[in-house]
Protein backbone atom coordinates (compact mmCIF):
# COMPACT_ATOMS: atom_id res chain seq x y z
CA UNK A 1 0.00 0.00 0.00
CA UNK A 2 1.25 3.51 -0.35
CA UNK A 3 1.46 5.89 2.34
CA UNK A 4 0.80 9.28 1.51
CA UNK A 5 1.42 12.50 3.82
CA UNK A 6 0.00 15.96 3.32
CA UNK A 7 1.27 19.40 3.88
CA UNK A 8 0.95 23.12 2.61
CA UNK A 9 -2.75 24.10 4.30
CA UNK A 10 -3.17 27.05 6.24
CA UNK A 11 -5.00 30.26 6.63
CA UNK A 12 -5.16 32.50 3.77
CA UNK A 13 -6.72 35.65 3.27
CA UNK A 14 -9.59 35.53 0.52
CA UNK A 15 -7.67 36.60 -3.33
CA UNK A 16 -3.95 35.14 -1.24
CA UNK A 17 -2.78 31.66 -2.22
CA UNK A 18 -1.52 28.02 -1.06
CA UNK A 19 0.59 25.34 -2.41
CA UNK A 20 -0.12 21.86 -1.08
CA UNK A 21 2.21 18.81 -1.41
CA UNK A 22 1.48 15.42 -1.37
CA UNK A 23 4.19 12.78 -0.66
CA UNK A 24 3.91 9.33 -1.15
CA UNK A 25 5.88 6.12 -0.07
CA UNK A 26 7.32 3.66 -2.79
CA UNK A 27 8.30 2.72 -5.97
CA UNK A 28 5.46 2.95 -7.61
CA UNK A 29 4.32 6.29 -7.68
CA UNK A 30 5.31 7.36 -11.41
CA UNK A 31 2.56 4.80 -12.01
CA UNK A 32 -0.22 6.16 -10.29
CA UNK A 33 -3.25 8.25 -10.93
CA UNK A 34 -3.09 11.49 -8.49
CA UNK A 35 -5.79 13.46 -7.69
CA UNK A 36 -6.63 16.07 -4.64
CA UNK A 37 -10.22 16.15 -3.23
CA UNK A 38 -11.88 18.12 -0.52
CA UNK A 39 -14.33 18.02 2.50
CA UNK A 40 -16.05 20.64 4.36
CA UNK A 41 -18.19 19.91 7.25
CA UNK A 42 -21.19 17.78 6.99
CA UNK A 43 -20.74 17.65 3.24
CA UNK A 44 -20.17 14.74 0.85
CA UNK A 45 -15.74 14.51 -0.26
CA UNK A 46 -15.22 15.86 -3.86
CA UNK A 47 -12.93 15.87 -6.35
CA UNK A 48 -11.23 18.92 -6.56
CA UNK A 49 -7.89 18.26 -9.77
CA UNK A 50 -6.58 14.71 -11.10
CA UNK A 51 -3.21 13.75 -12.93
CA UNK A 52 -2.77 10.61 -14.45
CA UNK A 53 0.48 8.82 -14.52
CA UNK A 54 0.94 10.45 -18.02
CA UNK A 55 0.48 13.96 -16.82
CA UNK A 56 -3.04 15.10 -18.56
CA UNK A 57 -5.07 16.73 -15.68
CA UNK A 58 -8.92 17.51 -15.11
CA UNK A 59 -10.23 19.63 -13.16
CA UNK A 60 -13.56 20.59 -10.98
CA UNK A 61 -15.60 23.61 -13.03
CA UNK A 62 -15.15 25.42 -9.38
CA UNK A 63 -11.97 25.30 -9.79
CA UNK A 64 -10.41 25.31 -13.07
CA UNK A 65 -8.47 28.80 -13.83
CA UNK A 66 -7.23 29.09 -10.23
CA UNK A 67 -5.87 25.76 -8.94
CA UNK A 68 -3.12 23.84 -11.24
CA UNK A 69 -1.69 20.36 -9.88
CA UNK A 70 1.16 19.04 -11.02
CA UNK A 71 3.56 15.93 -9.82
CA UNK A 72 7.70 15.13 -9.36
CA UNK A 73 7.58 11.58 -10.02
CA UNK A 74 11.37 12.64 -8.94
CA UNK A 75 10.52 13.02 -5.28
CA UNK A 76 7.20 10.79 -5.53
CA UNK A 77 5.32 14.34 -4.99
CA UNK A 78 1.95 15.56 -6.05
CA UNK A 79 1.16 19.25 -5.79
CA UNK A 80 -1.90 21.40 -5.56
CA UNK A 81 -1.29 25.40 -6.54
CA UNK A 82 -4.27 27.17 -5.36
CA UNK A 83 -4.40 30.87 -6.42
CA UNK A 84 -7.12 33.67 -6.13
CA UNK A 85 -8.98 31.62 -3.49
CA UNK A 86 -12.22 32.44 -2.46
CA UNK A 87 -13.87 31.33 1.08
CA UNK A 88 -16.03 28.77 -0.81
CA UNK A 89 -12.55 26.93 -1.17
CA UNK A 90 -12.25 26.61 3.04
CA UNK A 91 -12.35 22.54 3.37
CA UNK A 92 -10.20 19.76 4.33
CA UNK A 93 -8.35 18.83 1.25
CA UNK A 94 -7.26 14.75 0.86
CA UNK A 95 -4.45 13.64 -1.46
CA UNK A 96 -5.38 10.33 -3.20
CA UNK A 97 -3.64 7.46 -5.20
CA UNK A 98 -5.30 5.18 -7.63
CA UNK A 99 -4.06 2.48 -10.16
CA UNK A 100 -2.03 -0.82 -9.58
CA UNK A 101 -4.63 -2.01 -7.05
CA UNK A 102 -3.61 0.76 -4.80
CA UNK A 103 -6.37 3.25 -3.56
CA UNK A 104 -4.52 5.24 -0.61
CA UNK A 105 -5.65 7.91 1.15
CA UNK A 106 -3.96 10.75 3.08
CA UNK A 107 -4.30 12.27 6.49
CA UNK A 108 -5.84 15.62 5.09
CA UNK A 109 -4.68 19.28 5.54
CA UNK A 110 -7.00 22.04 6.99
CA UNK A 111 -7.52 24.95 4.02
CA UNK A 112 -8.91 28.05 5.81
CA UNK A 113 -9.78 31.13 3.78
CA UNK A 114 -11.14 33.91 5.84
CA UNK A 115 -10.29 37.58 6.15
Known amino acids: QVQLVESGGGLVQPGGSLRLSCAASGSIFRFLAMAWYRQEPGKQRELVAF???????NYADSVKGRFTISRDNAKNTVYLQMNSLKPEDTAVYYCNAGGLGVNGWGQGTQVTVSS
Open 51 to 57: IDSGGST
